[in-house]
């Protein structure tokens, strides 16, 4: 073979391996969509059982869900059974969102105490969840 030849040879087999070089690294013109969905718990911490405690989503179409969910005190004080069965109850909508594509993304809580005595009041938490389109 002659060196013309090598050398448009090479130079072909080297445009080829830049170009695809190129292409895999390029990003693409449309940005990726993403959907959000927040759940809400609300746990009432109001002695003696007599708060609401809630778990609220809104799809993206608006509609709202609400579970009913356990408060954190009954007569008797704290009640771990219902903490208990809250948990279970915010575990298993984290999995059945999960299983269907979307991402458990931040989480944020906090403590509101209506009054100076703290005898009534919510702890919240927010679960951001995100998925692509």
Known sequence: MKKSNLL???IAVL???VSFAFYSFKQSDEPARIKWLQITAVESVVPGGIGRSRMISIDDEG???EIKIQNFFSMAGINFSNIRQND???TNKISELTNEGW???DVTSGVFSGNKDNTNGIFI???LFKKKE
């Open 15 to 17: 445009l080829t391996v």
């Open 103 to 105: 991402e458990l993304y």
């Open 63 to 65: 509609k709202m869900e």
């Open 88 to 90: 279970l109850t915010i």
């Open 8 to 10: 448009v040879a090479a």
């Open 125 to 127: 938490t927010r679960y």
